[in-house]
């Protein structure tokens, strides 16, 4: 069975930084694209960063690795997002998704992605 369990997020002040879990099930762990995205209220969902299990390597635009960094625990199938320096502008719902490790990159596809997490919330307060 496919799962990915998310955890953290909550409140944080402007400035300030939460971690995002996330935990995949071992039959879709090794050989996929995991990736974080968030959705705002009113707005489309957009892709914040990804990485290639396989190698490790990491996907995302500048402005996303700026305050962000994503990072595996192969032991523990989890994926993490490190958010450092909070906007307001973060305030958002939070989702890993799983796809084809064909889908890293950048800005991740979100109709490639069809597994997801159930999503957490991030607000973010000044």
């Known amino acids: 069975q496919v799962q990915l369990v998310q955890s953290g997020g909550g409140s944080v002040q402007t400035g300030g930084s939460l971690r995002l879990s996330c935990v995949v099930s071992?039959?879709?762990?090794?050989?996929?694209?995991i990736a974080w995205f968030r959705q705002a209220p009113g707005k489309e969902r957009e892709g914040v960063l990804s990485?290639?299990?396989?190698?490790?390597?990491?996907y995302g635009d500048d402005s996303m690795k700026a305050r962000f960094t994503i990072s595996q625990d192969k032991s523990k199938n989890t994926v993490y997002l490190q958010m450092n320096n909070h906007k307001m502008e973060d305030s958002a719902m939070y989702y890993c998704?799983?796809?084809?490790?064909?889908?890293?990159?950048?800005?991740?596809?979100?109709?490639?992605?069809?597994?997801w997490g159930q999503g957490v919330q991030v607000s973010v307060s000044s």
């Open positions: 998704g799983a796809g084809p490790w064909s889908e890293c990159r950048d800005s991740p596809p979100e109709s490639e992605f069809f597994y």
């Open positions: 071992e039959v879709m762990y090794n050989s996929n694209c």
């Open positions: 990485i290639y299990i396989g190698a490790g390597t990491t």
